[in-house]
């Protein structure tokens, strides 16, 4: 089987064109998406509108909440948001149609698609925790289900492959170009595909992975989007400047 693992739309409609136009020139229609459809950008119904469409047309491998769509409704993780992030959850939360809150409320924090592959936004055990340097990696492996070989996680937006050999011996690989990487047998790996909707690896251009699982075959995919309309939608609703400056300078 082929599919598509993406992570952290944050509300940007452009880059998810971009990416619907891109999945289907691959032809590869399934997606797992790995949370976060809200927050930062303007189009958080638009995003959840495109995203409820291939769920009903059965292209969703998977879905989960991450912890922006989380903190719609938790005021104690909405407190620990520094106040960019805040004020876009919380304008968010006003222009969101009663519908799509229901649906982001009743999606779960981890899945499986099956006994070796699991998924999750942050990490497998809390969807706020950042694994972001091979300490958290090593105290997340630790954490995993035993029976897990692949851990695909989103929350950093930054995309990188965590390895870990026979002897628990870990290996880092961030994939900051388009990128081909086979698993090799007998090992484990923790994925993070990148961020559809804010890149922070100090490139602008979305980043998402497809997976072959008959050949074992991650492919790291990079593509342009127009960066100036979401940049102009953020500015003309009123969110945080810097959340439209960050998105040309990719961080």
């Known amino acids: 089987m082929k599919y598509l693992v993406c992570s952290d739309l944050h509300a940007n409609l452009e880059a998810l064109q971009s990416f619907e136009l891109y999945m289907g020139s691959?032809?590869?229609?399934?997606?797992?998406?790995?949370?976060?459809?809200?927050?930062?950008?303007?189009?958080?119904?638009?995003?959840?509108?495109?995203?409820?469409?291939?769920?009903?047309?059965?292209?969703?491998?998977?879905?989960?909440?991450?912890n922006h769509d989380l903190a719609l409704t938790d005021e104690s993780l909405l407190a620990r948001f520094n106040s960019n992030a805040k004020a876009a959850v919380l304008w968010s939360n006003q222009k969101l149609g009663e519908n799509s809150k229901k649906w982001l409320s009743e999606l779960p924090v981890n899945g499986t698609l099956n006994q070796k592959v699991a998924f999750c936004h942050g990490?497998?055990?809390?969807?706020?925790?950042?694994?972001?340097?091979?300490?958290?990696?090593?105290?997340?492996?630790?954490?995993?289900?035993?029976?897990?070989?692949?851990?695909?996680?989103?929350?950093?937006?930054?995309?990188?492959?965590?390895?870990?050999?026979?002897?628990n011996v870990l290996y880092t690989y961030y994939m900051n170009e388009e990128e081909r990487f086979f698993l090799k047998p007998g090992r484990k790996y923790m994925i993070n595909p990148g961020s559809i909707g804010q890149p922070r690896n100090g490139d602008n251009r979305l980043?998402?992975?497809?997976?072959?699982?008959?050949?074992?075959?991650?492919?790291?995919?990079?593509?342009?989007?127009?960066?100036?309309?979401?940049?102009?939608?953020?500015?003309?609703?009123?969110?945080?400047?810097?959340?439209?400056?960050?998105?040309?300078?990719?961080?």
């Not at 300490?135 to 390895?163: C, K, Q």
């Open 26 to 66: 691959l032809k590869i229609p399934r997606v797992l998406i790995l949370g976060d459809f809200i927050g930062y950008n303007a189009n958080p119904e638009e995003v959840i509108g495109i995203v409820r469409t291939w769920e009903f047309e059965g292209r969703l491998l998977g879905k989960i909440s991450g």
């Open 123 to 167: 990490s497998f055990r809390d969807p706020n925790e950042y694994i972001f340097n091979e300490e958290v990696a090593i105290s997340n492996y630790w954490s995993m289900p035993a029976e897990v070989d692949i851990l695909f996680f989103g929350h950093t937006h930054i995309p990188v492959i965590y390895e870990f050999d026979q002897e």
């Open 207 to 251: 980043s998402f992975i497809s997976f072959d699982e008959d050949e074992k075959l991650v492919t790291f995919h990079k593509q342009e989007y127009c960066i100036w309309v979401t940049q102009q939608k953020i500015i003309a609703a009123g969110l945080p400047n810097l959340l439209a400056r960050r998105l040309e300078e990719g961080f």
